[in-house]
């Protein structure tokens, strides 16, 4: 495992904001879509409540929200390093949850497709806090993204380099720290010692790397954020004004 997860880190924080997804070119003049909701009829949610506070983890080591028996099952296969994440997150993560989740219409699924050391690090702890804080804290990371990628960016390349010669989790915890992702956590519900705990975890980042190696077996991901709508590959749906209209295909039909 060790060789596996062992990326060049120093050379990695230059190019982190870099392009992540080959389609996005062309995809990022799309405006995004109108967010109305579709003609379908809403299921209700246990408890009075809505379908979004049901979450739990997968099999397959993603997080799904939403109704287990929703007609539409969309899984995103996201970087937490990657801008065009962000980006369908800022631009349509509400509206997904709002227009679909929340009425049973549409299940949402996150599996975490990792790219650098720090990608690695994140995820270790969107994942630390279980279903309770997964959503939240990724939407978190995705909100200040710029903020944590920049000082990571501005750290000592030096510091960095001499990090390539320790372990995986030696690294993950001295980049948390870097990042300010103890703090960050904390804030956010999840203790300093359980950030700690999670990043020392071998099995954690190991699964993270098999995740990524089934997500290019079984759907054939090249980027992200990359989208399967009921187990099959979306293809040109790198925003939310391109996958919006499949949603509602996959509705319809």
Known sequence: MTHTIRLALAGAALVTLGACNAD???ANGSTTAATTGVAATPVAAPNNGDWS??????PEGGFVMGNPNAKVKLIEFGSLTCPHCAEFEEQGGQALVDN???KGLVSFEFRNFVRDPYDITAALISRCGGA???FGLTRAFYASQKDWIGKIQ???PAKLQALESQG????????????????FAAMRGVPKAKTEACLADPAAATQLVQMNSDAVTNFNIQGTPS???NGATATDASTWALLEPKIKEALAS
């Open 132 to 134: 309770t804080s997964f």
């Open 168 to 183: 995986p989790q030696a690294q993950f915890k001295a980049l948390a720290e870097i990042a300010g992702f103890p703090a």
């Open 53 to 58: 506070s049901v979450v739990s983890q997968t």
């Open 154 to 156: 501005t750290a000592d």
């Open 100 to 102: 679909y989740v929340k």
């Open 227 to 229: 989208f399967a709508i």
């Open 24 to 26: 996005q070119g062309a």
